[in-house]
């Protein structure tokens, strides 16, 4: 076997095959201009983060994410933006040009027709909202959500921060399966919301791999070191397509609704290459051109990784900064305090093996905030006593325990 056929990449995207393709009777569901819009516009955000994770992270490591949860979470998020950071937002994730109730609705459609289009598929999508319970929310922006994302949302006691930490972890862990347990790591005193979304995945192949035939074979790593992996072998008729840049085939689950791609590089070719090509166009005309092989001898390696990343810098990259700074406009979820994103996260896992592919995606949006009407000197702080009239300092203290 050429060196080439060892060279698998992990870019992975679950989408829709061509439902001719495969040989059970796979359901079908109708878009309309608003919510094909919406998909295009998605793959576009998925083609920029891709870009930026990848020119962001080693290039030795493993990456694996949903920019689906992604741009979801943010979509949730939006429902309280104004102004300019609302503008900020649409840019980034590539939604500018469709209005607030088209963005809903055809968010609204996916997750109607996404969870239950492939009975043998697992495809779970849950979204939820997690609040300070000492403030209120505008009900707007909370039927918003419930309405079109079926958001859970719940207030929380944040000062029992470790006991509301557990809950929204909890919740994490249910709905992925046990696959992530963790999203939020701590509550802090000016944490004010959190909006999670969680995705769970798991999926047979439509021809699965004999685990006899699973063998140690090298992998080549970019430096060209090889690495002994169990490979997995089968001969099949598949769709493939092959160019200058890359080498790839569909593999369907279940009855065909979803699949993975598989992009290798051509030989003299990497990995950054075949990112740095990748936009929307490409994808499009990369998928319609490929054609079904018959007896092609498929050798994919078995794998199971988690990935995690804290997404500010991308964002902010992407032209969303304004939404992480003091001058954020989230008063359409409360128009009383200064509210501003303080942390994206993301989690993901992913188990390829002969039978299938289990992944689950978490995505946590923390929005903090600052208010002129309350002030807590709850963490270590300075003291000064002066003299009104002149300024003058007296004494200057420092507590780091007041319990001491």
Not at 1 to 28: H, V
Not at 263 to 292: C, H, R
Not at 300 to 314: H, N, R, V
Request: hydrophobic residues 40%; contains cysteine.
């Amino acid at each position: 076997m050429g060196k080439f056929l060892f060279l698998l990449i992990p870019i992975f995207f679950l989408g829709a095959c061509d439902l001719n393709m495969f040989k059970k009777n796979p359901k079908s569901f109708d878009v309309s201009a608003k919510q094909q819009e919406l998909i295009d516009n998605g793959n576009a955000f998925s083609a920029s983060i891709l870009k930026q994770i990848n020119d962001t992270e080693a290039k030795d490591k493993n990456l694996f994410f949903s920019p689906f949860r992604i741009s979801m979470a943010l979509g949730m998020t939006l429902n309280g933006a104004n102004g300019t950071t609302k503008e900020a937002m649409l840019d980034a994730l590539e939604l500018s040009g469709m209005s607030m109730d088209d963005i809903n609705s055809s968010y609204k459609y996916l997750i109607d027709n996404l969870k239950p289009l492939d009975p043998d598929v697992v495809f779970n999508i849950a979204n939820s909202i997690w609040y300070r319970q000492d403030y209120s929310i505008l009900s707007d922006f909370i039927q918003l959500n419930r309405d079109h994302f079926y958001a859970e949302i719940s207030p929380l006691d944040f000062n029992k921060s470790e006991e509301a930490k557990n809950t929204i972890n909890n919740w994490v862990k249910d709905k992925t399966n046990g696959k992530i347990e963790e999203i939020v790591d701590k509550i802090s005193p000016s944490s004010f919301m959190f909006l999670i979304n969680a995705l769970y995945f798991n999926a047979n192949w439509t021809y699965q791999f004999d685990k006899s035939d699973t063998k140690e074979l090298d992998f080549y790593l970019a430096d060209d070191v090889t690495t002994s992996t169990p490979f997995m072998h089968q001969k099949m008729e598949a769709k493939s397509f092959s160019n200058d840049l890359l080498h790839a085939i569909e593999l369907p689950y279940g009855e065909g609704n979803f699949s993975m791609v598989v992009m290798v590089p051509q030989y003299g070719k990497n990995v950054d290459d075949i990112v740095s090509e990748f936009s929307i166009s490409n994808w499009n005309n990369w998928l319609a051109a490929m054609t079904e092989i018959e007896d092609l001898e498929i050798y994919l390696p078995k794998f199971s990784y988690e990935y995690d990343i804290e997404l500010e810098e991308i964002l902010t990259n992407m032209g969303m900064g304004i939404a992480f700074s003091s001058q954020a406009d989230f008063s359409g979820i409360n128009p009383d305090l200064a509210l501003y994103i303080s942390k994206v996260k993301h989690k993901a896992f992913v188990d390829v093996n002969e039978e299938g592919t289990e992944a689950a995606a978490v995505t946590s949006v923390e929005i903090n905030y600052t208010s002129i009407s309350q002030f807590a000197a709850n963490k270590p702080f300075l003291y000064f006593i002066k003299e009104r009239n002149t300024q003058a300092i007296l004494f200057i203290g420092r507590v780091m325990d007041p319990s001491k």
